[in-house]
């Protein structure tokens, strides 16, 4: 059984900062790539941003230059540092793994609110 938890997050005055992290558990051989999706209120989820194995990253226009992803395959994590947030960037944030052969694993998901 596979299990990502999540860390992080909160409540947060526009321009500021938060650091969410990641981490896989359980049956894991490897995982493929890792990827942070969000969704505001009201609507449906979307990709924020996304880390291959190898450390490729792409991100939502949205949140480039804001936004930082990075994994560490060692421990089966991946964190999302978040700057110059805005009210816009307010909503439950979700963290994805892709692992081949199993398939793909959520976390719990988490708030984050950003006040203007």
């Known amino acids: 059984q596979v299990q990502l938890v999540e860390s992080g997050g909160g409540v947060v005055q526009a321009g500021g900062s938060l650091r969410r992290s990641c981490a896989a558990s359980g049956r894991i051989c490897r995982i493929n790539n890792m990827v942070w999706y969000r969704q505001p209120p009201g609507k449906q989820r979307e990709l924020v941003v996304f880390?291959?194995?190898?450390?490729?990253?792409n991100d939502a226009y949205s949140v480039k230059g804001r936004f930082t992803i990075s994994r560490d395959n060692a421990k089966n994590m991946v964190d999302l540092q978040m700057n110059s947030l805005k009210p816009e960037d307010t909503g439950v944030y979700y963290c994805n793994a892709a692992i081949p052969g199993a398939g793909d694993y959520w976390g719990q998901g988490t708030q984050v609110t950003v006040s203007s």
């Open positions: 880390i291959t194995r190898g450390g490729s990253t």
